[in-house]
């Protein structure tokens, strides 16, 4: 098995030893295979989704039975909401023991099957590497997503004919172009729009197709939205750009949402956070995606096409310039009301700054992400946790030139620190920052002396204000002036970082912050502590407070 993983360019496996995969240990270290031994099953399913999301490759992780399997739940969890290949090995219970309730005795079709794309069970020795290769492709397979294989502990100590072994065709081809039909229905719809947008999903983040969604916005007079958690579409000076929809969304976003007759969705499903918790839509919708995944939650009215959306935005593009519409003044009222959403936007985020310069304890978010931008090269990976600190950088922090973005889209917390080593080890060569919260960094903290070990360049951003922020603001909402239960331990997460290898540095003050991150950034692995306000912890704390800017 460790043989046909490096016959398959699986660069590493990731997770914590266990008895019950000890064959496949060893077959690594006889193919000098990589074992990335992390501190708990979670960090390693969240590194190697991490890698999954920068690469476009299928991570792997181990993992033992029971605790082990469970543990690793939460990463499967998120490359299901991602969309990402991941394989889960899991060494289960020895089948002469199975169904009489041994120790760490579970099925795992049963655990895994609402969160896993599939679950193979392993019944034979000769059929375990043809259950690994099953995986592999099913995981890549458009809509990718995480395939979770059970293999018997004595099963890894059988015997197997490797000669006999079928070997991977081409990975199968996503769905291609639009056809001419749709694409005369889509360039009508936008043709006939008063005011549009075009929402954008993970194919189109990163700048992937900057330069045709350019050429595309200017065409039809289109604003461009990024999906939840892909606010790294478009720089954020683009005259069409219109910030990231997602939860705890600007006002301004929500009203252009509902403005809109038109929308063009590319790689995205119109789930809650797109749609701001399911705002009720009067668009037209067109939704261009790679392959057919239709849930029961979306708008019914939506029109689905089966093509992959980064060749559509060129299709898209290219027959728009060749149309010869002559309804000019249509497309500069679309124009218009982009212009005019992108004002409301910026007033918005300039009375929620001025508002938290005045009241916030601890150092701004504004500061902090005026040094952050200062301090971090043009091709860094921003990877934050899920919490409420992350409102300001989906909102706010300038993902321009090649800088990328990567959020867990299921709300994991403990993601970020493991899987920006995950983003780390796919885009060598660049700088990778995680940002958590203090809450979300007690859950996989301990991941850092993982990329002290493998000398990852990696600077950890703890934003630090002793609550549960996202908890609290529900609470504040509800239960007004009842806040409970949302108190968070206050050990010093630099000197923690210290004691792990990794060089730490604690901030009370924007001066101090912003000489903290020089020096974090300089090197390899490090932490930066901020205090931060705990009365506001989101951007939308301060609209009461906001005094509208002349």
């Known amino acids: 098995m460790a043989a046909l993983l490096h016959e398959y360019d699986i660069p590493w496996v990731a997770g914590v030893s266990g008895e019950s995969f000890l064959p496949l240990l060893d077959g690594m270290r006889n193919e000098s295979l990589p074992f990335l031994s992390t501190c708990h099953e979670s960090g390693a399913a969240f590194l190697a989704v991490g890698y999954a999301r920068a690469s476009g490759r299928p991570g792997v992780i181990a993992v033992t039975r ?3 399997a469970s543990n690793a739940l939460i990463g499967v969890h998120e490359a299901s909401q991602a969309n990402v290949p991941l394989v889960v090995l899991v060494g289960q219970l ?39 290769l099953a995986a592999l492709r099913k995981a890549v397979t458009e809509p990718a997503g995480p395939v979770v294989v059970s293999i018997p502990a004595d099963h890894f100590y059988g015997e ?45 983040a990163g700048g992937a197709a900057a ?22 579409v478009l720089p954020p000076d683009h005259p069409s750009w219109l910030g990231c929809s997602t939860i705890r969304g600007p006002r301004a976003v929500k009203q252009l949402l509902r403005e809109a007759d038109v929308l063009l969705v590319l790689g995205h499903r119109l789930g809650d956070r797109v749609t701001q918790g399911y705002l009720p839509l009067t668009a037209r ?70 508002a938290e310069a005045r009241e916030a304890g601890g150092v701004p978010f504004g500061a902090i992400l005026e040094i952050l931008d200062g301090a971090l090269p043009d091709d860094a990976n921003v990877v934050s946790d899920a919490g409420s600190f992350n409102d300001w950088f989906v909102r706010y922090f300038p993902f321009r030139a090649q800088r990328r973005y990567f959020g867990p889209l299921s709300g994991s917390m403990g993601y970020a620190l493991p899987a920006a080593q995950g983003v780390q080890l796919a885009l060598r060569g660049t700088r990778t920052v995680a940002l958590v919260g203090d809450g979300a960094f007690l859950m996989t903290g301990l991941e850092l002396a993982t990329a002290v070990r493998l000398r ?12 549960w922020g996202s908890i609290a603001l529900h609470q504040d909402a509800r239960f007004p002036g009842r806040r409970f239960a949302v108190d968070l331990p206050q050990p010093s997460f630099a000197a923690l970082a210290e004691s792990l290898g990794a060089r730490g540095f604690s901030a009370q ?17 490090s932490l930066v502590e901020v205090t931060t306000d705990a009365v506001r912890p989101s951007p939308n704390s301060y609209l009461s407070l906001a005094a509208p800017l002349g």
């Open 285 to 354: 919708i067109a939704i261009v995606q790679p392959a057919p995944d239709i849930g029961w939650d979306e708008y019914l009215a939506a029109e689905f096409y089966y093509a992959d959306p980064v060749a559509a935005v060129a299709q898209i593009s290219e027959r728009l310039a060749q149309s010869h519409d002559d309804r000019e003044a249509e497309r500069e009222a679309r124009t218009a009301w982009v212009r005019s959403s992108r004002h409301a936007l910026a007033l918005e985020k300039q009375e929620i700054i001025a």
């Open 94 to 132: 020895e089948s002469g023991f199975r169904g009489r309730r041994a120790l760490q005795e579970m099925e795992y079709t049963d655990v895994f099957r609402s969160a896993a794309k599939d679950v193979f069970e392993v019944t034979r020795p000769d059929q375990a590497p043809a259950a690994i």
């Open 456 to 467: 990852l360049p990696i600077t950890v951003v703890v934003f630090k204000n002793g609550i």
């Open 509 to 525: 003050t924007t001066e101090e912050f912003s000489a903290a991150m020089e020096a974090a950034c300089a090197g390899g692995p």
């Open 160 to 204: 197997v004919d490797e000669a006999a072994q079928t070997r991977l065709p081409q990975t199968p081809a996503r769905h291609g172009v639009l056809s001419r039909a749709a694409l005369d229905t889509i360039v009508a719809m936008i043709q006939g729009a008063r005011r549009g947008a075009i929402i954008c999903g993970a194919d189109l």
């Open 211 to 232: 330069e045709a969604l350019d050429a595309l916005a200017q065409r039809s007079g289109f604003g461009v939205l990024g999906g939840h958690a892909f606010p790294d």
């Open 66 to 68: 029971g605790p082990g």
